[in-house]
């Protein structure tokens, strides 16, 4: 296996086909794998709103180094179904985390490196932090990504609030029935406000909008957007894992953090607010001319860190 990676990009058209499905916990989970099912795992884990469509890039560049890629739909979004009506359709933390741990379950995969950004950055922190046996290393974006909820209510500098309004109107229930009636529009104004030096066309937009009909996803995206904020219960059979998360824990395994220097939501910063959760991080790097979906933006710098913290763990 090398550490290069090639740096063509694919077509606005191009979809990550065919999907796999697998039954893993709550959920039927629908996933694109790539690479030799013999190779290293890594687990891509997309954010809101966006899907598996951001690693369009970096999922062929790590299979053809000989890594085998699974990037799944999280809940709510996508082909990716509860298995149980009954199931509360819940987006707090400790679930997306919990599925990435019962993917790999279904799987049958022993370790694999975590990498993500926004919700699926909290993901594999998560799964880093909390199972660091299953993980080779991580890569995530905006440094340390586990939430303080006993925290949450504290005030941000308010040029910091200003990007965030997204999350306020979605405490309210005209929120809701906002999400509900403009699902893409509402993301196409996000992607534009966190990526502002990323020329996205129409066709790379619906193509991965088309996964925001998944019909539990307005209530995954309240759910989860009011958790964090301690307005809501969770989920109680995610209780342990959320009390776990509430102290939290450092990561311990290799690490890289990335920063979009042009990430319109979540700044860039130089990662030393952050340093002291990770005992093994390599580096935080700031990435040129990149936002908040930065796989999708700048592939060859994330493909790149996923190799470097798989020859670190490697190394010992």
Excluded at 27 to 41: F, K, R, T, V
Excluded at 51 to 65: E, N
Excluded at 275 to 288: D, E, F, G, N, V
Excluded at 300 to 308: I, K, N, S, T
Aim: proline share 7%; hydrophobic share 40%.
């Amino acid at each position: 296996m090398t550490d290069t990676v090639s740096s063509q990009r694919a077509p606005s058209t191009k979809r990550l086909e065919p999907l796999r499905h697998v039954d893993a916990g709550v959920l039927n989970i629908a996933y694109y794998e790539a690479g030799p099912s013999d190779g290293p795992a890594v687990l891509l884990m997309h954010g809101f709103p966006y899907d598996i469509h951001s690693y369009v890039d970096v999922a062929p560049m790590l299979a053809a180094q000989g890594c085998r890629v699974i990037v799944p739909y999280l809940r709510g979004y996508g082909p990716t179904a509860f298995r149980d009506k009954a199931t509360p359709r819940s987006g707090e933390q400790a679930a997306v985390g919990a599925d990435m741990m019962a993917l790999m379950d279904a799987l049958g995969i022993a370790r694999a490196v975590f990498a993500g950004y926004d919700w699926g950055g909290r993901a594999a922190s998560i799964g880093a932090a909390l199972w660091p046996e299953r993980c080779i290393g991580l890569v995530c974006t905006n440094g340390y990504m586990i939430q303080d909820i006993a925290h949450a209510m504290v005030p941000a500098p308010p040029d910091r609030e200003v990007p965030l309004w997204y999350q306020y109107y979605f405490q309210l229930e005209r929120g809701r029935a906002g999400l509900a009636a403009n699902r893409r529009g509402i993301a196409k104004i996000l992607w534009s406000q966190w990526s502002p030096s990323w020329a996205f066309d129409d066709a790379c937009f619906e193509r991965t909008a088309v996964a925001f009909d998944n019909p539990d996803y307005v209530d995954v995206v309240i759910h989860s957007y009011r958790h964090r904020y301690g307005v809501v219960d969770g989920d109680p059979q995610y209780a342990d894992l959320q009390r776990r998360l509430d102290t939290l824990p450092v990561i311990r395994v290799p690490a890289i953090s990335l920063d979009g220097a042009d990430d319109g939501v979540t700044f860039a910063t130089d990662g030393s607010r952050t340093a002291a959760k990770y005992t093994r991080r390599l580096a935080h790097r700031l990435i040129p001319h990149a936002g908040h979906n930065l796989p999708q933006e700048a592939p060859e710098a994330f493909a790149a860190a996923v190799l470097e913290v798989m020859k670190a763990s490697a190394a010992g």
